[in-house]
């Protein structure tokens, strides 16, 4: 009862601040507040056979969103700049041109063995191939080749499918957005991954939200965009289970259970209920795994053989599959569910669990205040990946991945000017 009281708080506590400092209830920030609150609030209550939370792991969560709220809050209008947005528009253009000139031939690479392991092993033994990290670096010939494809082009083409969303609803910019589209389908073909699907649908939707200028037209286009991300999505899941599922099961374990894995999950860890061997703190590389990332790589080559930094270490303990076991005493065997809290938790303790939804908040605000104040389409690129990152943070945490850094950095590449310094 304690704990649905504090819950009902905190809520009411989110949308007095919300409205004070936004002057409206609906925003990108409420939207994955009310999402998290949501699935918090269907494990709380008990309503589900999944285990309720404990007070001490309640209370971590409790604390990280209410962290969130206070990260939203405290940004601030009084220091954006106002840009002309024609002029950067144009030089963003370009930069974009960039990063896709650079992800086409990678993409190209990746079908190349995408094709030859498919002439190969067939399709099933190519499922089974791609299934698992370890087995997909031996798709792309070793290590190096798979972090070019899972790293740098993943990380380019989020960055550009976000940013070419933006131009097609703002400018009506139609190439970038089909280009990009086509990249990403690619990509998503050749690894059969569900989430690039679930990227595109999930970013279309937040988007149709943040611009007013609708039409029928639009509107009509979006729809069908959004139909066919949802029917790939479907069937990409559909081939991974093995078609061992049915429609409605898939429904019933990719849009329902996969939700509420995450914040289960990382409450079994916060009452050491659920151990990952061999990760006892992750040094502060899970959280910011891109510092280790091109020291791995160059090692590895000089070596002649691959070496795994703690953060690579972890990140593949944590895809080892740990037992849930639900109030009606049956369990679940699963993988990959550790929501970025975890991160957090294992790099820095409470503190991190209390620190970082606050940073994020407070940037996910600053970027939704540069767009309503510049409509400038980077910014709107910006809001949207803020608005990915805290929708993934609920499964397996964007931030361990290093191509979530290049995505993030791909989009600040688009839109700051890097100008330079003559002494």
């Not at 953060?311 to 599959?321: H, S, V, Y």
């Amino acid at each position: 009862m304690l704990s649905i009281v504090c819950w009902f708080t905190l809520i009411v506590i989110a949308f007095i601040l919300y409205i004070w400092r936004f002057k409206k209830v609906v925003t990108p920030m409420s939207f994955i507040f009310v999402l998290w609150m949501t699935l918090f609030l269907i494990i709380t209550s008990g309503v589900t056979a999944f285990p309720v939370l404990s007070f001490l792991s309640f209370s971590m969560i409790f604390l990280a969103l209410l962290s969130f709220v206070i990260g939203c809050v405290l940004a601030s209008r009084s220091d954006i700049s106002i840009s002309s947005g024609n002029i950067f528009t144009q030089k963003e253009k370009k930069k974009l041109t960039f990063l896709l000139v650079i992800s086409i031939p990678l993409i190209f690479y990746s079908v190349y063995f995408f094709i030859l392991k498919l002439l190969t092993v067939g399709l099933e033994g190519y499922l089974m191939e791609t299934k698992w990290g370890g087995e997909q670096v031996n798709i792309f010939s070793g290590g190096l080749g798979y972090s070019v494809v899972t790293v740098f082009l993943k990380g380019f083409i989020y960055a550009s499918f976000f940013y070419s969303l933006s131009l097609f609803y703002l400018l009506k910019e139609k190439m970038y957005l089909y280009v990009s589209t086509f990249l990403i389908l690619s990509y998503s073909i050749v690894l059969f991954s569900r989430v690039e699907m679930l990227v595109v649908f999930f970013s279309v939707f937040v988007a149709i939200f943040l611009v007013k200028k609708l039409t029928v037209e639009l509107v009509f286009k979006v729809s069908i965009f959004l139909i066919i991300s949802l029917i790939f999505l479907i069937l990409f899941s559909y081939v991974r289970s093995g078609n061992t599922l049915t429609m409605g099961e898939v429904f019933l374990k990719y849009l329902i259970d996969y939700h509420l894995y995450g914040i289960t999950i990382f409450g079994l860890v916060i009452d050491d209920k659920v151990v990952v061997d061999g990760i006892g703190t992750g040094y502060g590389l899970l959280t910011f795994p891109i510092i280790s990332f091109f020291p791995e790589h160059i090692i590895s080559l000089l070596q002649g053989e691959r070496f795994l930094s703690p953060a690579t270490e972890a990140r593949g303990l944590m895809q080892k599959e740990v037992l849930i076991t639900f109030t009606d005493g049956t369990y679940i065997k699963t993988n990959a569910f550790f929501t970025s809290l975890y991160l957090f938790y294992k790099d820095f303790g409470v503190t991190g669990v209390v620190v970082f939804p606050l940073l994020y908040g407070y940037f996910f605000s600053k970027s939704y205040l540069c767009w309503l104040v510049n409509r400038n389409p980077i910014d709107l690129a910006l809001v949207i990946f803020w608005s990915y990152t805290g929708y993934t943070a609920l499964f397996f945490p964007p931030q361990i991945a290093e191509f979530y850094w290049f995505c993030f950095l791909s989009l600040l590449f688009i839109k700051y000017r890097f100008k330079q310094v003559v002494n």
